[in-house]
């Protein structure tokens, strides 16, 4: 099975920083990515679909890319709203593996 | 608008079982893989298995075969998830969500509690 590993695992930034999340697979993979927002308490929200497609609704400031083994999370100016945690999520047919997840705290 | 309703989570013995389930509504229930994902406190996400539109595909995560079994009924608009021999590694938030290959929308999640 595919691992993932993302890092940081948190991050310290503050608001108008550009922020970027790195996935790294264990082995190359031509299945999808996606990355998930998710704040204490509620469930996680879909932010960006295979590897770089923008969710309706969701921020442009927000962006995806990648291939192969790594893939990356970009805010491009970081919000108070943005502050939570992040987490990519690979697919193949058979499975669906997310990463550990990062931590964006306010600096 | 879409919604998901998980439901069924509670305390429960180590060895014993728990059938969750997942009302869906604002969608066309029957025109979407489901999904589901678990959350133990603290930790990060954990896939667990996902069901094709007619129910005939379903694919588990290692952790959970064999003890794990999702089904659907399209005419109830409802998941399933019967979990059996629970353990204290299951305790977490049980999430249903639309999608195979990724959910783009989720429930609230459902706190299953494996204790003694």
């Known amino acids: 099975d595919i691992q993932m590993t993302q890092s940081p695992s948190t991050l310290s930034a503050s608001v108008g920083d550009r922020v970027t999340i790195t996935c790294r697979a264990s082995?190359?993979?031509?299945?999808?990515l996606a990355w998930y927002q998710q704040k204490p308490g509620k469930a996680p929200k879909l932010l960006i679909y295979?590897?770089?497609n923008l969710e309706f609704g969701v921020p442009s400031r927000f962006s995806g890319s990648g291939s192969g083994t790594e893939f990356t999370l970009t805010i491009s100016s970081l919000q108070p709203d943005d502050f939570a945690t992040y987490f990519c999520?690979?697919?193949?047919?058979?499975?669906?593996?997310f990463g550990g997840g990062t931590k964006v705290e306010i600096k | 608008q879409v919604q998901l309703v998980e439901s069924g989570g509670g305390l429960v013995k180590p060895g014993g079982s728990l059938r969750l389930s997942c009302a869906a509504s604002?969608?066309?229930?029957?025109?979407?893989?489901m999904t589901w994902i678990r959350q133990a406190p603290g930790k990060g996400l954990e896939w667990l298995s996902y069901?094709?539109?007619?129910?005939?595909?379903?694919y588990y995560a290692d952790s959970v075969k064999g003890r794990f079994t999702v089904s659907r009924d399209n005419a109830k608009n409802s998941l399933y998830l019967q979990m059996n021999s629970l353990r204290a590694e299951d305790t977490a938030v049980y999430y249903c969500?639309?999608?195979?290959?990724?959910?783009?929308?989720w429930g609230q999640g459902t706190l299953v509690t494996v204790s003694s």
């Open positions: 604002g969608f066309t229930f029957s025109d979407y893989y």
């Open positions: 999520q690979h697919y193949n047919v058979y499975s669906l593996t």
């Open positions: 082995q190359s993979f031509s299945g999808w």
């Open positions: 069901i094709s539109s007619s129910g005939t595909t379903i």
């Open positions: 295979k590897t770089s």
């Open positions: 969500a639309r999608g195979g290959s990724y959910s783009d929308y």
